[in-house]
């Protein structure tokens, strides 16, 4: 290539050199000395050095050689205006950056493979009820029934996840433990960083009492070294076979936490002893495992899905007891990340978020074509020159494309920081999609080629348009000098219409963030009918149910609650079986003489409505009294009264739950205890003395704000329970900023992106207002000179903005209407029709425009008419 | 520094942009194939040496008729067997030729007549 461009010059050299030849000829065959001659050839040839250039223009270069001129020629023009420059890269990495992180949020989320061989061979199987339209786990007998059947599977596995109380490295922790079966990690085809992976024997030895079973952990807490090893579950040596890559984080993402420890599957029996007893790997009703195999190569889904559900409709011959409504659904695993009925809510907020991201990309590609557009048309006269001399018009516009590529190039590389913290931010960010998803949120090898193609994509979109506009042919008349005041009519229509999409945009953003944060800040003003201020909670560490170290746990409960009533620090301390504001409820049928019907239960411990702030209505509270030998008795709330009991006095009147008779002995008011969005639901209170069920959590509440009590209190827990450690202590308040989750982080997101639109509309309108009064200087002096008042030229320029502003608003408002349907389910307790928040925001970028055109404006009116007539 | 360069040229060939085109369009319609000297020769023969051309625009008109697609270049050898490239009208150039020659020919009338006017007035 370099080659042919030396070629073409010589051409041209070459043409040159026989001119001069044949002048110099002439000019001696006239008389003159040959030194005299090859003089006056050159003077009659001119500068051919500029001939060369306009030769080089027209004829178009071989392309590596034009773009590496074009590189060169575009750095130093973009290192001239470091300002201009530093803006542009900036806003376009915000754009693309913020695009970045949520894709790769959804395509963690949604789309990328999972990370093993042929992913696209990976399937989840999962049971679907006919009857109730809801996907279920599966039995164990009917994966051993579907493992025996299928003939499109290469292997077919079951898994389960569940929290452990693990022994390991000298510490006791609980950690998330996968149960697979012996074929999980070969049908993954994963291979183990270090030791093996399990077999089918393993899983077959871990369903015989005598032998101690095998684990597999993670690299994160071991590696080759802890080969041979003994861990502790629940007390129960394993020993560890192998080490699972870090890069393994489950096929499932809706478990919380990647799992650490692997057991075999029948091993769960040694962990938990009442799955044996509550016969789990033989009762078909019992629902608990997670299906996934792989296909045989080259079978099709649908090959797939229609020899399962036909199994499935043996199965449910065979069993019609428990399976008759029972289909199974095969998905490709890396569609199925998680529970296939949140797919549609993940999904919807993630197109919420993709959406204000997206928005915020044409934003900052509006607003970038707009600053190239005016700077394109204060170089018109370069390039109107340039074309004169011949250059064509794709070569200028492949020039001011280089431009705008070299503008992407740092871009893309801040994009990536940004997309990167913006990305680890949102993943660990706990609930954030409104379920406790285990994403990594990282940039990796889709999430970079992303980058780079938004970035390609962004960069013909917006520098196209202001490439082709400021070489239009019709440019010429910029050569005159008169052609300033009076040109770019046409293109300034077009600086409006890409002003005014900024406006609409920014609008919908703003109505956006201001609609989530105020339903976030609804949520703070709702009085949930207890006190969240001053509450604290941990959780314990639950064992199975009627397990012997229920008891034990109980009994420690009892000496920690007695021990921290006697501390000055604390109000008061219960027991709960259920956190404030978590949508988990224990649901139980209820019994009258009269009517059944469902209601929640909690266990609670003594003192539990006082430390709650739960106003006891009628009756009395739990007290010491009422413990396992007594008669059993229930607190009820208002609304479980007044369904169970219209009109009647709910005191003294007998109902029965759980297989238990049980005497009402107080009401309370009401309670919205899992949501504040949620209207009260019929609550049924036991006392945990009385129930067969440990509590789960520790509530207390403090006198003050006394930092210390979390270690004073756990150093009581651990000399009672020292295998048995405290989970984290949350606050009332983060109890309900988890909650709120969802909310919080979509207005996070549109307030940022709110934030960056207002910026960036401000500096649009500025520089449009700027250049526009630049430009017309000339005409304001003329105008000025004839007589015209300064405040009616500035009236009509800024007439001008804000007409542009108002339209941006109307449509931006118009888009927010018909979008707000979408974001409906997501927004509580605010109207997405919010008037209040349309008419804040469109206020708000009201003012903005008026401030970013005065400025300019007051310049204009400082344009001393002489001068400006002067000055061109 | 490019663009002062380019302006200078500008300027130096403003009296004769378009003018010059033609000249050049009608010399190669009327001669056949020339080099850039054969035409720079024969529009100073032609005019006299009243315009005395600075040979290298001719050069710059020559790039930009190629440009357009007016004329096309191709190389040969010179009468005294010197490698030139040889510059030949297209069929769009004579169209444009008549074209501009048509234009000229009213305005030089009309400017023709507008002189005499002025001397016998």
Known sequence: MFFHSRKVDAEIDEELASHLAMLEEESIRRGMSPRDARRAAHLKLGDTAQLREAHRDSRGLPLLDTLLQDIRYASRSLIKIPGFTAAAVLTLAIGIGANTAIFSIVDEALFRPLDFPHPDELVDVFAFDRASQKFLSSSFPDYQDLRARVTTFQALSAFVRMPANVFWNGRNQELPVEAVTGNFFSMLALSPAAGRTFRDEDDYLASQPVAQSVAMISEEIGDARSIGQTILLEDKPFTIIGIVPKRYRGTNLNWGAPPKVWIPLQATALVRPRFRTMGLFEHRSMRWLLVTGRLKPGIRLQQAQAEVRAIAAGIAREAPKDNRNISENVFSASRAKFWPAYRASVTRSLAVFAGASGLVLLLTCANLSNLLLSRGLARQREFAIRMAMGAGRKRLVRQLLTESFLLALPSCLVALAIAYGLGRLLAHFPNALGLPLALNGGVENRVLFFCIALSIVTTVLFGLLPAFETTRPDVLPALKESGRTLSGGGRRYLRNLLMAVQVAFSMVLLVGAGLFGRSVMRAWSVDPGFRLDRLWTAGFNIPPPGSASTERLRRSQYDLVRRLRELPLLESVTLASDLPMDRLHFVTKIHTPDVALSADQQTVGLEFFHTMGIALLRGRDFDAHDNSVAPKVAIVNEKLAGQLWPGRNPLGQILTAQDTTMRVVGIVRDVKYGSVWESPQPCLYVVDAQSNRAASYLILRLKGHAAAFASTVTQEWNRLMPRSPLADFQSGDELLDIALAPQRVATGVFGAFGLMSVVLVSVGLYSVMAYAVARRTREIGIRLALGAKPAVVVRQVLGNVLAVAAIGVSVGAAISLLLGGVVASQIKGVSVHDAAMFASSAALLGVVAFCAAVIPARRMLRIDPQQALRSE | ?121
């Open chain 2, 1 to 121: 520094m490019q663009t002062t360069r380019a302006e200078a040229a500008e300027k130096k060939s403003e009296i004769l942009q378009g003018t010059l085109d033609l000249m050049v369009l009608k010399t190669l319609a009327a001669m056949g194939p020339l080099h850039g000297y054969g035409i720079a020769k024969r529009i100073e023969q032609i005019s006299a040496d009243v315009l005395s051309v600075n040979q290298g625009t001719i050069y710059l008109c020559l790039v930009r008729l190629v440009n357009r697609r007016w004329i096309l270049s191709s190389w040969g050898a010179s009468d005294n067997n010197r490698k030139a490239r040889f510059y030949s009208i297209t069929n769009a150039g004579r169209k444009q030729l008549a074209a501009e020659a048509a234009n000229w020919e009213r305005i030089a009338a009309v400017i023709g007549r507008l002189l005499q006017l002025a001397s016998a007035g």
